[in-house]
């Protein structure tokens, strides 16, 4: 106790502390004492408001129950905590039973009979040994009960039983309803906007279901406003945790039933990813918890009806990406060319000679390379990675030496590439990275044996300093081998920053040492109202907290060293005021075990709010707490050590800031009662102190007056970059902050007016990090398909083509190339001021609907490599910022057939080259689904978004598929099944359908006859898909009928193989 122990935590190991032990005599005196001496020995008579430290017996006062803990000298090694009791004498004498019933404090004073509590109820018999139920009787001397085990045990859930048996009969289906066009009142979603759907709730027990004691739980991501059943009330726990109940009309659920129970859901729904897995009952008899099997999966359709429409809104003009419309778009835009000779990024100018020699290497070694500093070792990770090292037979050899003025600079670089031998000339270590990384863009990644290369001389220079990739690890996780294999991808494609998000509401992701509870509580999901062991699930993470979901401090140092070996530097964000609720309920899980020190909420605010992803007041961090900001010291000197045990320089850190706002403010809810309509913290305590206290404090103005407290501690600890989003720092000036630097990620949408924000922003001085979510936003849609997975509140869909096309420098240019969210054309002009300027920009990859490894590479990949394109190099097609100037979708200033050009090369690379380099370093990337039409002979054509990718088709419901290579008879009413995939066979796009072109769509078949539908066809994502073989409208017209699954059309429809017949 007095020695070993401290060596024990030197070597890393956290041994376990005994509780101690206690007694209070009559006189209220407490004597206490531990297992192994030397050991602190904490006490409270406040029920672990206040602690103080033991060290004798002390007078604690007759009647007070006394809260104990050991703790390690240092304070980071703690008991659990006992609780001391005034010695009982009458147990069970005094009182008779009938007076004890209620229990009035509701403890759970033991984890046996033995220690159950004098304030427990006693048995008739006044012993313990009757009871089934260990929280009765008292016992002489002294009980225990620990905050996770002790009161609110009562109140603890787990797998299993009743929940287990009722959810085992359940099976549920979501099948949306109506986006408009409904008589839902809508009168409780912002601006009037709602949307129907039904759920139909299943049971196939064999008897009826008469107990009324469960809650089904289930995530969505648009507020629950009604549940028009009468047996069936609902209720908004917090977040997008939602729960429907039996109303006091429910008497039963009838045996092997069906009931369809209306929803009405506020704003529009046209991603089925919309709909989030694990739903899981809660039964409250035995605090009981179970996932309903059929929603136990990431294969929505498993418990969704397809979707059959991509409109959200009657004047929503999209086109909907069908197989056909898919095929008219790359026929558009798509034509393979040469590109033996391009890299991605595009260098800054190439030489090649007419007589330039082609030849081929066996592989390449590198000479020289301690020029390279530490990035030698990622390098040759890179290369070996890559399959270039081989037979070794080329020589590349670095240099250092000066370049012209044209192109000299940082990250700067030539390239030579002779038979002879490759020579690489920088003027620092990343130039001639990048360098190796330009000749790696030129080999072929193939398994052929040989690599090909051509004489050629390149000049490089980046177009931005910054050139970013955000990935959300809070939302929901990603493993430390996702992080390195993205880091591999952006080295190779010389893109430099990590943005990592590593804290929001829904997880914290760092271990913080001193803050355990960061960890232990805020980055585990489960079900726990109390939320003192994790927080409640989110995002259908379901009941039952996973395993470790955080980066523990050795790890978070393992990829600050691996990044910087491969010129990629971490940007760590610990977002706040806002999105901060797993740090905020870690803090209060801490103040419950009795230190408050680092509280980040007023246990006295009564304000109400709703935050943008509905949650309350304990989604911000309090301002106007003293603990709040010792919190932020602590994090930012514990964060700092870790770079500086890496030898990685913390030189920016992210501060979040955005969204710290209660949305019922806004003007779309004008409906709702004024009491509700209330600042941040208006009703604290703690803040209305402040303001009596400073008469500068604006409480209006939360995110201003902590982005500003948070820059001063990063400057006093010598940090020289703060980096926020852009709404974060709106009403203040660079000016007015400590550190060298000010950056901004700029985040608002083109069609609402961002290009005057973008000047607005430039004027306060803050640098520029265009993040544009219309543009940028990677956890939007590829393309307009309710299969595809994404959030679309800012753009239907992103693509490769879009992302390519992103003018960062010239933001009006973009209304020429692109539409607004709703597929309609923007007209923008150009403001009369200089252009801003920009510092860089990236992509962002939010994770609200990606809960896998997988999910993540194919939602990021193949986009990122349209941001390093456009980040690292400006193309011709780019238009200089005019003021005045105007561009709309007909305006045709942007030289459109020099864009079709580098599009031409860059997709053609990507689809013959560097996807093979994705998958050698481990990144499953997104395959496109093919495009294709069918004439009226029976002649199938199909194409690909990215050249050389492979397509499969096969003919009606055969098992035998075969590949596409050119122009096929496939026969006259054929359903054709296409899917694109990877050389290997490994990855594979959904599968699409192809259709023979109707022309008898009605006309031939009675109503009568064709009203069996025998094969029972899903047939197509929406009315215009629908196949031939649905049941056709009376009136022969698809839009005369409520169900979509009518009719038949001419050209191409498509279903995939969880949705159509296939899964029939």
Known sequence: GCNEVFKLQKLGINYRIAPPGASIDAAGVLTANSEMPCTTIMYSVDKGSTWSKYSGPVEAGAGKAVYLQSVSSDGSLKSRVVVADEECNDCGEDESTEQSVPNPDNNFCGSNREDASRNCIPCASGSLFDCDNSSHGC???????????????????????????????????????????????????????????????????AEDYVDTQFKIYFSTIHRLLQVNHKDFDHHHVIGDLTYIAPSTSFRRLQSRTRLVIPLVLEYWSVQETDNMPRWFVVDERDKSTAVIENTNAEIVRNFLIPYTTTMKTATDANVPMTAANRFSSNKKTVVEVDVSNRIIPTPYVSFIRDDATTFDVGGIYLENLELLGNLRIGATDLMYKLGANGDSDHKVSFREGSLPNEVAGPESYKLDITPDGT???????????????????????????????????IYDKPRFEYRGHQ????????????????????????????????????GWRLEIPGLEE???????????????????????????????????????????????????????????????????????????????????????????????????????????????????????????????????????????????????????????????????????????????????????????????????????????????????????????????????????TLFWGGINGLTEIAEDGFDIIMSNPDYLYFDFPYEVNPEERGYYWAARFNSVYKVFTFAPENLAQNAETSTDRDGKEMSIQTPNVSMPVIRGMQGQTWSETIRTDDQYYEMAFPRVLAVAERAWHRASWELNWSPGTTYNTTTDLVPKNELADDYNGFVTKLGCNEVFKLQKLGINYRIAPPGASIDAAGVLTANSEMPCTTIMY???????????????????????????????????????????????CGENVSTEQSLSNPDNNFCGSNREDASRNCVPCPSGSLFDCDNPNHGCIKGVAECSSFGGSDSE
């Open 518 to 748: 960061l960890t232990s509580v805020g980055s585990k999901r489960c079900f726990d109202p109390n939320e003192e062991t994790c927080l409640l699930t989110q995002l259908g993470s379901g009941p039952d907290a996973d395993k470790q979901q955080y980066y523990t401090r050795e790890e978070y140092i393992e990829l600050l060293d691996y990044s910087q070996a491969r010129n990629v530097r971490i940007l760590p964000e610990f977002n706040m005021p806002a999105h901060a609720r797993a740090a905020v309920i870690s803090m209060e899980a801490r103040a419950k075990m009795g230190d408050d020190s680092y509280r980040l909420t007023d246990p006295e605010d009564e304000t109400h709010l709703l935050t943008i992803q509905f949650y309350d007041r304990t989604s911000i961090i309090n301002p106007c707490l003293d603990s709040s900001v010792r919190f932020v010291e602590k994090l930012v000197t514990e964060v700092k050590q870790m770079h500086d045990e890496a030898g990685v320089t913390l030189d920016s850190y992210h501060f979040g800031g955005d969204e710290a706002k209660n949305i019922l403010l806004g003007a779309g809810y004008s409906s709702y009662p004024d009491e509700l309509k209330q600042q941040p913290f208006s009703k604290s305590p703690a803040c209305q102190a402040k303001v009596r206290a400073d008469s500068s404090f604006d409480i209006e103005k939360i995110a201003n007056y902590w982005a500003i407290s948070v820059n001063k501690i990063l400057a006093d600890n010598g940090i020289e970059e703060m980096v926020a989003w852009e709404d974060g720092l709106r009403g203040t000036t660079k000016e007015q902050y400590g550190t060298q630097s000010v950056a901004v990620n700029f985040w608002e």
């Open 139 to 205: 016992i002489k001397g002294v009980v225990e009960c620990s905050f996770s085990g002790g009161s609110d045990l009562q109140n603890s859930y787990s797998n299993g039983g009743n929940a287990e048996l009722f959810a085992s009969e359940l099976h549920v289906m979501i099948d949306m309803g109506q986006n408009f066009g409904h008589s839902a009142d809508c009168s409780m979603g912002d601006w009037g906007l709602c949307h129907t759907q039904h759920l139909i709730l299943e049971y196939r027990g």
């Open 954 to 1000: 096969r003919i009606d419901k055969g098992s035998k598929w075969s590949k596409y290579t050119g122009q096929v008879e496939v026969g006259k009413g054929k359903i054709v099944y296409l899917q694109s995939m990877s050389s290997d066979g490994l990855l594979k796009s959904r599968v699409v359908v192809a259709e023979k072109e109707c022309t008898d």
């Open 423 to 457: 020579t690489i000339t920088g003027t620092d270590a990343p130039g001639l990275f990048h360098g190796l990384m330009s000749l790696a863009g030129l080999l072929d990644a193939t398994d052929s044996d040989k690599l090909t290369l051509k004489e050629m001389t």
């Open 471 to 506: 990935v959300d690890v809070a939302r929901n996780f990603l493993s430390k081998e996702a992080i390195k294999n993205t880091i591999d991808a952006m080295a190779l494609w010389k893109l430099n920053v990590l943005h990592l998000a590593l804290t929001n509401d829904e």
